[in-house]
């Protein structure tokens, strides 16, 4: 896969950082506060396939963060939550939250780019990581996990390639199935997957990252796949 980004490099003190955005933006994709509420990631398919290119990049791009603005998306009658941006960053670089909002106000003048993804070596990593989760579920390292945190309205996610993979495959799914539910036609959200079992373990209520697809409105624009476009169902937002 081949996503258009744009390029930044802000600075935070001494250090400066590589940080890629999409272009376009995910309009139609939002993400409310899993520390807060019930987390919960829900696109349209465009938004929801060019996320899980960003996991696969994010999986292979140790030095690279990954930042995807979501607050500005178009909103939802539902989930109702505290909106929230993505970050994802790879555990080894030690970026801290805290540090975030001095790297968001340098990220002006960016440069095009074009990244690519390998969806066959993302499935395979995954698998990597679904094999050791069904063996050792509850004695996973820390690495074996992706660590949440959320700061300055933005959900960090801070992962490694084999955990980046696992999710980028689970997004992925939500893209290729979602169109396929029953309710998508009709423009209700659907749950197709989810990322909670890749976040760590909690004596009490863990932290719940699930993920939807809904298709935008107008729904005169949507077709579930293997419909002709010229003979779709009329449906109730249609003209």
Request: glycine fraction near 8%.
């Amino acid at each position: 896969m081949r996503l258009r980004a744009e390029e930044f490099r802000p600075r935070a003190g001494r250090y400066a950082f590589r940080v890629v955005q999409p272009r376009p933006a995910l309009r139609h994709t939002t993400l409310v506060d899993p520390m807060r509420d019930w987390g919960y990631l829900v696109g349209d398919h465009d938004g929801l396939a060019r996320l899980a290119g960003l996991f696969s990049f994010a999986a292979y791009s140790p030095h690279t963060v990954v930042h995807v603005p979501l607050r500005q998306s178009i909103p939802r009658d539902f989930p109702q939550g505290v909106p929230v941006d993505l970050v994802l960053v790879h555990q080894t670089l030690g970026l801290r939250p805290s540090t975030w909002p001095a790297l968001r106000r340098g990220l002006t003048h960016g440069v095009p780019r074009t990244v690519r993804t390998d969806e066959r070596r993302t499935a395979r990593h995954a698998a990597d990581w679904e094999d050791l989760w069904e063996r050792r579920w509850d004695r996973l390292p820390r690495t074996g996990r992706v660590q949440p945190a959320v700061h300055a309205r933005t959900l960090f996610l801070s992962g490694a390639r084999d955990t980046f993979a696992a999710a980028s495959v689970r997004v992925g799914r939500a893209a290729s199935s979602g169109p396929l539910a029953k309710g998508a036609v009709k423009g209700y959200d659907v749950l197709c997957a989810s990322l909670t079992a890749l976040l760590p373990l909690s004596r009490g209520r863990g932290t719940e990252l699930d993920i939807g697809f809904q298709a935008y409105p107008p729904l005169a624009h949507f077709t579930p796949p293997g419909r002709s476009a010229r003979r779709r169902r009329p449906t109730a937002a249609s003209p």
